[in-house]
């Protein structure tokens, strides 16, 4: 299991930060089989007018100026996205 104290600081950072809404979901979950991975997923309106890439650099511009080197290698995985790209299958 990826490291639960590094988990809940990217959580609280974005969750307390940058995506604060009620309405921003904020998921970091453990990712790969590995354990030692983290998986980011962020699902809010604030990311509306901005590209993949771009949503990818403001969550990594987030993280950097918050982790320290050690928690910043283990994540591996972000992803931005509006609610209207979200389906259930």
């Known amino acids: 299991m990826a490291c639960k104290t590094a988990k809940r ?49 403001i969550i990594w511009e987030e993280m950097w100026k918050h982790l320290t080197q050690n928690e910043w290698q283990h994540v591996f995985l972000s992803i931005g996205m509006l609610p209207e790209e979200v389906r259930i299958l």
């Open 9 to 57: 600081k990217i959580y609280e950072m974005l969750k307390g930060g940058r995506f604060n809404d009620e309405k921003d979901f904020v998921d970091v979950s453990d990712g790969g089989f590995d354990g030692e991975t983290i998986h980011i997923v962020i699902i809010s309106r604030k990311f509306k007018g901005y590209t993949m890439s771009d949503r990818g650099r």
